[in-house]
């Protein structure tokens, strides 16, 4: 079968295609013929060389496909069923633990971009249904962040106000669960083309940070100077002190990315001043992952997919991904 590994020390260009035997199930295991993948910015860390991994490594941590073999001791899922996988297949259920957080496909160990994969039963669920596999691989990291970040631990209720930032799978997918759920959204992005792409996807209010640089006083006069109640965070440090300053009193802020910087001056007299909760959020685990999939089928969400790519033009992926002309996600059918 083929997949892609990764040479170190990393780039573009050290992605290469190989042959590979797959590998019969043991107890316990499940044998997927995977059919997609989706890139996340984890995924290009890992690609361009940013994250130290093991030479060869194959990358990718989102997985869809259908069950081709089953181990053993396997009782939830059958031969033929359609599966997603885990970000964290360690993570089964309850708070992050460091033991949880290990064993990310893509990182610390081989991932998706492959014909097929034999894992652990519960490094997957079950696939939406009516999903096709490159919509149900968009789920794993971008999904499940968006729905922990908000359901799980901003906890958000109809008529709360809800500040997504950009255009990325995150908060797309934020936005979609916010208005799901009832809420009021606020969408930001440098781009007036996007902004509407995003009020046809249910945003209420639009704001352009390119011509309003201070756009957290724009969403404190869009609440009547009261604040969001949440805001997904994905600069970083370098947005950080703009979402403190849009965010009401008592308000939670899901600190989900840092595409704007890992370090820098937070404002924390601003921070406490406004008994504001900020939570740092890694996607999130097996059985909020299957909450999630309740969630969208009740809703009848669909993921917002740019553009899709062979396995072997998964460079041509990463650098469309680098270009940031994409709107939702980007895919590999493989």
Same mark, same amino acid.
């Given at each position: 079968m083929r997949a892609i590994r990764l040479s170190k020390p990393g780039g573009l260009n050290k992605l290469a295609p190989v042959d590979i035997e797959p590998r019969p199930p043991r107890l316990g295991e499940i044998q997927v013929r995977v059919e997609a993948s989706s890139l996340n910015y984890h995924d290009y860390a890992v690609v361009s060389g940013m994250l130290n991994v093991a030479d060869g490594r194959i990358p990718m941590s989102d997985g869809a496909g259908t069950i081709s073999a089953v181990g053993d001791g396997v009782t939830e899922l059958r031969e033929g069923d359609?599966?997603?996988?885990?970000?964290?297949?360690?993570?089964?259920?309850?708070?992050?633990?460091?033991?949880?957080?290990?064993?990310? @496909? %893509? /990182?610390?160990?081989?991932?998706?971009? *492959?014909?097929? =994969?034999?894992?652990? !039963?519960?490094? #997957?669920?079950? $696939?939406?249904?009516?999903?096709?596999?490159?919509?149900?691989?968009?789920?794993?990291?971008?999904?499940?962040?968006?729905?922990?970040?908000?359901?799980?631990?901003?906890?958000?209720? @109809? %008529? /709360?106000?809800?500040?997504?930032?950009? *255009?990325?799978? =995150?908060?797309?997918? !934020?936005?979609? #669960?916010?208005? $799901?759920?009832?809420?009021?959204?606020?969408?930001?992005?440098?781009?007036?083309?996007?902004l509407d792409t995003l009020r046809s996807l249910g945003a209420d209010e639009l704001i352009n940070y390119k011509k309003t640089p201070d756009w957290s006083s724009r969403a404190l006069e869009l609440t009547d100077g009261r604040g969001v109640d949440v805001v997904v965070e994905i600069g970083g440090a370098g947005t950080l002190p703009q979402s403190i300053n849009a965010v009401r009193i008592g308000g939670h802020i899901s600190l989900i990315g840092v595409l704007a910087g890992f370090a820098g001056e937070v404002p924390t007299a601003a921070l406490f001043g406004k008994n504001a909760e900020l939570k740092g959020i890694t996607v999130g685990s097996r059985a909020q992952q299957l909450d999630m999939i309740q969630g969208i089928e009740a809703s009848d969400i669909k993921p917002v997919i740019d553009s899709s790519f062979p396995l072997e033009g998964i460079a041509d992926a990463f650098r469309h991904q680098e270009s940031q002309r994409h709107f939702g996600k980007i895919c590999l059918e493989i």
């Open positions: 359609a599966v997603v996988s885990c970000f964290f297949p360690n993570w089964q259920d309850g708070g992050p633990e460091l033991a949880k957080l290990i064993g990310v @496909p %893509g /990182d610390h160990a081989d991932g998706f971009a *492959t014909q097929t =994969v034999t894992l652990p !039963a519960n490094a #997957f669920t079950r $696939a939406p249904t009516g999903y096709t596999a490159a919509e149900s691989a968009t789920l794993t990291c971008a999904a499940l962040t968006a729905w922990r970040g908000l359901m799980v631990e901003a906890k958000i209720k @109809p %008529g /709360d106000v809800v500040l997504t930032q950009g *255009t990325g799978g =995150v908060s797309i997918f !934020a936005l979609q #669960f916010a208005k $799901a759920a009832g809420c009021r959204v606020i969408a930001t992005s440098s781009s007036d083309d996007k």
